[in-house]
Nanobody, 121 residues
Framework: QVQLEESGGGSVQAGGSLRLSCAAS?????MAWFRQAPGKEREGVAA???????TYYADSVKGRFTISQDNANTVYLEMNTLKTEDTAMYYC??????????????????WGQGTQVTVSS
């Protein structure tokens, strides 16, 4: 079973930066970051294909966020120029293949428990 654990969340002022980490258990497929604000649906933020390093981003974070991976089993989300609209619980997700657009929640089979990101003005 794939196990995912997020870390790195916290509180930051608008314009600041945070780096989230997702530790995966020897997983080599696709991984992604989603976020969910109170009263809203969970939405895709960024994804990465671990075999090639190909990345995907939501328009709302393109140019500000960067998803990356190391040579071990950790995937990162570098968040820069944070906005109050970025406030949400951030979740790490994993899947062996993409049978639907990556932003679709149903595409992903494994989920972490989430880490809270709060951006204040």
């Amino acid at each position: 079973q794939v196990q995912l654990e997020e870390s790195g969340g916290g509180s930051v002022q608008a314009g600041g930066s945070l780096r989230l980490s997702c530790a995966a258990s020897a997983y080599r497929g696709y991984m992604a970051w989603f976020r969910q604000a109170p009263g809203k649906e969970r939405e895709g933020v960024a994804a990465i294909y671990r075999a090639s390093g190909t990345t995907y981003y939501a328009d709302s974070v393109k140019g500000r966020f960067t998803i990356s991976q190391d040579n071990a089993n950790t995937v990162y989300l570098e968040m820069n120029t944070l906005k109050t609209e970025d406030t949400a619980m951030y979740y790490c997700a994993a899947s062996g293949a993409l049978s639907a657009p990556w932003v679709a929640r149903s595409t992903w089979y494994y989920w972490g428990q989430g880490t809270q990101v709060t951006v204040s003005s």
